[in-house]
């Protein structure tokens, strides 16, 4: 049984999916005009940004979001596009410069995050995803999805093992479930990553 999607057709894609009919459920989404194919890598993430951001501007906070990709650099690269993207705003909140364990990372209020490794002291797990209530030189506090009332507090300078979670990589997204999906495909994606990117969604995914 289909948990996450709602819609009959899009439950429909999902089996089509698990038994390796890549192109068939990918026919129920292209006659819903929610595929969009381009000839290079680029265009592809400016595509997805551009999507991602218009569904804030639209839902905000009252829809769940989030990017898929195979390839980390890719995630890296969405990750950056988005944040830049949502920040143009003269309004957005200040930004603190951080040292993670994969290189230099700015944050600011209301950042998404991710952590990406277990911790028992600071009670999260490799994947949580979370929204970033503050983020001070010597403290950063985020609200965890789906538990809102609390809160994450931890050292930055003592636990690095966080980045930004505007995008994750499809291994790391296994157990999520967000409203609306965005899925980055590469060459590198089998049917069986395919399966996982494009059944993370409760209403849409592109």
Do not use: C
């Not at 300078?157 to 995008?167: E, I, K, L």
């Amino acid at each position: 049984e289909i948990h996450r999607q709602k819609a009959a057709w899009q439950k429909q894609a999902s089996r089509d999916l698990a038994a390796g009919e890549l192109s068939k459920a990918m026919d129920h989404y292209r006659k819903r005009n929610t595929v969009t194919q381009v000839d290079h890598r680029a265009e592809a993430i400016d595509t997805l940004v551009e999507s991602y951001a218009m569904d804030v501007k639209a839902n905000d906070a009252s829809k769940s979001r989030l990017a898929f990709a195979h390839k980390r650099k890719d995630v890296h690269a969405l990750n950056q596009a988005i944040r830049s993207t949502l920040r143009s705003d003269v309004t957005a909140p200040p930004e603190t410069l951080f040292t993670t364990d994969t290189g230099q990372r700015a944050f600011a209020t209301g950042d998404r995050i991710v952590f990406t490794r277990n911790d028992k002291d600071i009670g999260v797990k490799n994947g949580m995803l979370g929204t970033v209530v503050t983020a001070e030189d010597g403290q950063i506090a985020v609200a965890l999805d789906g538990d809102k009332d609390r809160l994450v507090r931890f050292n930055p300078h003592d636990f690095r093992s966080f980045d930004h979670g505007y995008a994750v990589t499809i291994h790391k997204s296994q157990g999520a479930t967000v409203d609306h999906a965005y899925v980055l495909a590469s060459r590198s994606m089998d049917r069986h990553l395919a399966y996982v990117a494009k059944t993370r969604h409760r209403e849409d995914m592109r």
